[in-house]
């Protein structure tokens, strides 16, 4: 048995980089996880003349062939995108009894079910978590924590170039001809967008998603689609009229005995949490019998995300591998200090009452910025005529909880200071 | 070996009975899953005279000696809530080689480094996901999904009761005592309401979260804690000014070296994901170097969406012990059929272009009601005087695809309508 566990990676571009780059920084840890140091073995390009990054020209290769050619690689990770010729070396890895991890909803989406066969009859596995939702884990919340559920609906927005150029269109009022160029300018668009902005992508995603929901497997080509190209400036407007906002909404639903699955343009309520999905971020509404409704939610692509899944699965198989290992479920602990709250830093909101006297607030400020407290904001809220009183609502930045309570151990002793009522944590 | 997987049940109250529930409505479907089926061997409870929905009196008992005396039983699910005797119990458990599965945040916070090293040596497993978040998974995707990322922050809300009195007065601006008799009545807060509005549930499940997140061991009292007995109306008034709301919150970050661990009631901006959650939802949202920030959302306690944790632990377990399964990512397809657009029913919105002419409402409602389409609203939004045209905006309620479509072309035929322009789904 060999000493670490060998890898080769199926295409070192954008995700590829970012997987590579990660294995690197991360080797101490992700060694200490598994029991064995990962190693990349052999890396597949179509350039062997182009340097790269954090992978050895000795390891480099543009013929799959000698990736199957050497024993020691466990691990066949498939970065490459497209359906051809990802869906054959994924077959062919399999076959040879190598475990695969892969981030292509294309080949996932036409060939999962089949490949998923291909796997169990050679007893490894396919993992697949990077193909939808970028970082966000979805598949395995899927495949195992959900799995008590009768699932019967899954709503998501899947696809970060369309839902920018929506939520661009949303907020600015444009036209869907300005939302594309700018996405396009900003690279989250391909200079050729359509399996983006005619819901292809999407409904490939949709399509891996419904087998894992509702154990059918659904075509991506039986998929409904409508894409975003007609959209208009004055439908967001009269959406937003009607209360709504317009999302590209890839939806599955068990009806009647079947599946309903479709990707579309779709008027959300604003008060709908997938409403309040922005920008490039990706989310994903599971909706089960037990659990009711459940929602993840983040960075639906790039490179670092995309990793974060794709190396979720590779520590999985293997920790496998190793098969004496530990419940995954134990803990390494390290001993770090639990800091105590005089060492917390935080903005704080503050509300105090005063008496109502011009001096009043200089004082203050010179208690706080003694202790180095910076003020951010300062507003009289209420004054009391009767009881000769003002309320003060104060902001600060960031500080210590020790300096903020010797700085309020002064402020209460202030013959001006009526009362320090509720002293509270701000976020950020 | 048994032919079938042997559980039991420790204290089925209001989630166990849920989960015994859960269990006998999906014995076929978790029986497959596992490839032999669950069977609930023994039930432990105070009082053996009371019947309970479910379970056979012949299998309930008073006396735990009479669990770890079965030999068939496998898998302990711990339900009984406190530190004792549920502590005690289920270390007495592990140490007889019984996996554990503990929905029981108190214990897993006290004593769960502890445990889960009991758990380790002795070869069994030990798995809490419905100990924090109730139906949402987040223990396993911080144990699996998230593990190639280093995790610098926790920021969570997941105290339902606290959430529900503290959206209460941010939306109708109540003071605090009303808030909380509002909720007691509900059944949403205890009589004793201290464990939930002092924040030590929170602290609890965040000091949970902190050892998985950070694998450091941060004990409960060691989180910062700070309730929400002495905020009133005028904090919620003062903080929407400044553009936030105010959650309790509680946070775990990775700063200089150590950790620092809080609940405290926080102030929030608006626009953030975590303003949003409100009532009786939690919320986990976790920043790794990775993945950036990915929130998960959802109910954070009941009956079913802890069922939903509870079984997905002991399907996870059951399956392993099951040591021929295949692998668990493997899918058994069902044959349902995908639905055609012309069978999906959803609500429309449809933009219309018409002459600007009295009769041509009354027109497209008669095409739209022979197809028994029901109109939600009509809105005429823009006249062009110059063309003599009116835009009009119609939301319909549910209707088919088919009858869609036929509406459509009736109506693109009014010699009245110059175009239909955009027709898109409305979610709902």
Redesign the interface.
């Known amino acids: 048995m060999p000493s670490s566990i060998g890898l080769a990676i199926l295409g070192p571009g954008n995700v590829g980089s ?1 997987v590579v780059a ?1 294995l690197r920084n ?1 080797v101490a ?2 060694g200490a ?1 598994v029991g064995r140091p990962l190693e990349i073995r052999r890396a597949l390009v179509r350039d062997v003349t182009r340097a790269r990054d954090g992978l050895d020209a000795s390891i480099v290769t543009s013929n799959f062939e000698d990736i199957l050619a050497d024993p020691d690689v466990q691990i066949v990770v498939e970065l490459m995108g497209a359906e051809h010729p990802a869906r054959e070396y994924i077959e062919a890895a399999l076959a040879s009894g190598r475990h695969v991890v892969t981030a292509n909803k294309e080949v996932m989406a036409k060939a999962g ?1 089949e490949l ?2 291909i ?2 009859k050679h ?5 697949y ?1 990077a193909s939808v939702g970028g ?3 979805v598949i ?2 899927l ?8 699932i019967t609906a899954v ?1 998501a927005i899947i696809n970060g170039t369309t839902n920018y150029m929506l939520t661009g269109m949303a907020q600015s009022g444009t036209d869907y001809d300005v939302a594309l160029a700018e996405a396009q300018r900003l690279g989250y668009a391909e200079p050729d967008p359509t399996a983006d902005v005619e819901g292809i992508d999407a409904s490939y995603k949709l399509a891996i998603l419904c ?2 929901a ?6 991506p080509d ?1 998929v ?1 689609r ?1 894409g975003i190209t ?3 400036a ?2 967001f ?3 937003e ?2 209360g ?1 906002t ?1 999302k590209l ?1 890839a ?1 599955g639903r ?9 990707v ?6 604003k008060d ?3 409403a ?1 999905v922005d920008g490039v971020l990706n989310a994903v509404q599971i909706e ?12 639906g692509a790039g490179a ?2 995309t ?3 794709v ?2 699965d ?3 198989i293997a920790r496998d591998i190793v098969g004496e290992r ?16 005089a ?3 935080s903005r704080y ?1 503050m ?1 105090v009452t005063v008496s109502d006297q011009p001096s009043v607030l200089a004082r203050i400020a010179g208690i706080l910025g003694e202790r180095e407290i910076s003020i951010a ?1 300062c ?1 009289q ?1 209420e004054t009391d005529d009767s009881a000769g009183t003002a ?1 003060l ?1 104060i ?1 600060t930045h960031h500080a210590t ?1 020790a300096a903020l309570d010797a700085a309020l151990a002064e402020i209460r002793a202030l013959d001006v200071v009526v009362e320090v ?2 002293v ?5």
């Open positions: 970012g990660a991360g840890r992700y996880q079910s998923l066969a796997a169990a007893n490894v596995r396919l993992l978590e970082g966000i884990p395995s919340p495949s195992r924590d959900l799995l008590a559920n009768d709503t087998g894992l509702f154990h059918v497997a659904v075509a039986e409904a409508q007609k959209l208009g004055k439908d407007r009269y959406a009229a009607l709504y317009i909404l939806t068990l009806v009647d005995g079947g599946v309903v699955a479709s579309q343009p779709t008027l959300i309520a709908e949490p997938l309040k089960g019998d037990l659990v009711g409704r459940v929602l993840f939610q983040g960075r670092n995300p990793s974060s899944s190396l979720a590779v520590l999985d530990r419940p995954p479920e134990a803990i390494e602990y390290r001993k770090l200090p639990v800091h105590p709250p060492m917390h830093s909101y509300r904001s507003i809220f309320e609502v902001t909880g009522g509720n509270l944590a701000m976020a950020g």
